[in-house]
T-cell receptor, first 116, second 113 residues
Framework: GAGVSQSPSNKVTEKGKDVELRCDPISGHTALYWYRQRLGQGLEFLIYFQGNSAPDKSGLPSDRFSAERTGESVSTLTIQRTQQEDSAVYLC??????????????FGPGTRLTVL | DQQVKQNSPSLSVQEGRISILNCDYTNSMFDYFLWYKKYPAEGPTFLISISSIKDKNEDGRFTVFLNKSAKHLSLHIVPSQPGDSAVYFCAALYGGSQGNLIFGKGTKLSVKP
């Protein structure tokens, strides 16, 4: 079956512009996570969606970052007024319903964002 | 403050020998640990995990050891193969969390033929 897909695979933008990144999770996965990986760093948690519950936004680095999810399907991560420090690979992962037990997170290939 | 640390950014091993990747953590609330493997331009893929109630978990060529008193875990790959060349991330989560993983910075493993 299809895995997690993300688009675009690469995005180059100018400082100050807004960008929107898309994630299509595995069908039937109720949990969806966004992470980012800056150069030389580990993956950093950004936001978590679970079903129709309010998302956990505790990892978002600033109010320029927001994300939405339509039901249990597509999610979009929006970065407004991009800055050079936003340059990173943005990774999306989905899993069967947590919490209480660990369910494997399946990652997409990521979107490489470059802010000039 | 990094809660999960991988202090070796790279490791080079000869094919057929053992690869040992190390990971240290600071948060004693962590109760589940995972290793992910990442190839260039791909997302990380789950490799092996261990619960904090165990000290060893084995899956084929891969074994993870957990030393809770030292807050240390390691991944052993025996025998190492060229296809194992990738970046390996150690990750952790704690009970009651919503599953968001805390990652180390990764160790790039190169297995030479």
């Amino acid at each position: 079956g299809a895995g997690v897909s993300q688009s675009p695979s690469n995005k180059v933008t100018e400082k100050g512009k807004d960008v929107e990144l898309r994630c299509d999770p595995i069908s039937g996965h109720t949990a969806l996570y966004w992470y980012r990986q800056r150069l030389g760093q580990g993956l950093e948690f950004l936001i978590y969606f679970q079903g129709n519950s309010a998302p956990d936004k505790s990892g978002l680095p600033s109010d320029r970052f927001s994300a939405e999810r339509t039901g249990e399907s597509v999610s979009t991560l929006t970065i407004q007024r991009t800055q050079q420090e936003d340059s990173a690979v943005y990774l999306c992962a989905s899993s069967l319903e947590p919490p209480g037990q660990y369910n494997e997170q399946f990652f997409g290939p990521g979107t490489r964002l470059t802010v000039l | 403050d990094q809660q999960v640390k991988q202090n070796s950014p790279s490791l080079s091993v000869q094919e057929g020998r053992i690869s040992i990747l190390n990971c240290d953590y600071t948060n004693s609330m962590f109760d589940y640990f995972l290793w992910y493997k990442k190839y260039p331009a791909e997302g990380p893929t789950f490799l092996i995990s261990i619960s904090s109630i165990k000290d060893k978990n084995e899956d084929g060529r891969f074994t993870v050891f957990l030393n809770k008193s030292a807050k240390h875990l390691s991944l052993h790959i025996v025998p190492s193969q060229p296809g194992d060349s990738a970046v390996y991330f150690c990750a952790a989560l704690y009970g009651g969390s919503q599953g968001n993983l805390i990652f180390g910075k990764g160790t790039k493993l190169s297995v030479k033929p």
